[in-house]
Nanobody
């Protein structure tokens, strides 16, 4: 089993910055890919950014150029630097890991990000 714990959420005005962090524990050797999802009220959970063990990264179009994902592949920690935040970035942000063994995925408990205009 893998446990994920996020930190760093909060409230900020539009144009501001926040940095989210995620720490993995447990069977971290089973992690192949880590990423961040978000879910706004009344909307489906969506992928924000992800990074593979080979350090290839992917970003949703809505955050490209504003968000940067980074991680420590050995320690299985993950960060998301969020700049130029917009009100539409308001959501609960979840850390996610893809595992090479059952249950094949793990989620953090989520951290709230609120951006006011």
């Amino acid at each position: 089993q893998v446990q994920l714990v996020e930190s760093g959420g909060g409230s900020v005005q539009a144009g501001g910055s926040l940095r989210l962090s995620c720490v993995a524990s447990g069977s971290i050797s089973s992690i192949t890919t880590m990423g961040w999802f978000r879910q706004a009220p009344g909307k489906q959970r969506e992928l924000v950014a992800m990074i593979t063990s080979g350090e290839s990264s992917y970003y949703a179009d809505s955050v490209k150029g504003r968000f940067t994902i980074s991680g420590d592949n050995a320690a299985k920690t993950l960060s998301l630097q969020m700049n130029s935040l917009k009100p539409e970035d308001t959501a609960v942000y979840y850390c996610h890991a893809v595992l090479n063994e059952r249950p094949y995925a793990s989620w953090g408990q989520g951290t709230q990000v609120t951006v006011s205009s």
